[in-house]
């Protein structure tokens, strides 16, 4: 069972990439009650608030570097 299923789908963007301003304001509108919720349910589960946040930009970083360093093709 998915733990997160219930925070609801990632909404698609309506902006194309090209529209760099508007297409990352876009996202960060659609992600924000995403993580608002998930951070909100790790402090209830006793994690800090302020370590949750950090662990999740170090693991968004690791996340792109590990895609950038991945041979093309697969």
Do not use: I
């Not at 909100?40 to 170090?58: N, Q, Y």
């Amino acid at each position: 069972m998915d733990a997160l299923a219930d925070l609801g789908p990632v909404p698609a963007p309506t902006l194309q990439a090209k529209e760099f301003l508007a297409y990352e304001s876009e996202c960060r509108a659609a992600l924000k009650p995403l993580l608002a919720e998930l951070l909100d349910r790790a402090e209830a589960a006793g994690w800090k608030r302020r370590t949750v946040a950090a662990t999740l930009m170090f693991l968004a970083a690791q996340q792109v570097s590990e895609a950038s360093e991945a041979p093309a093709g697969g």
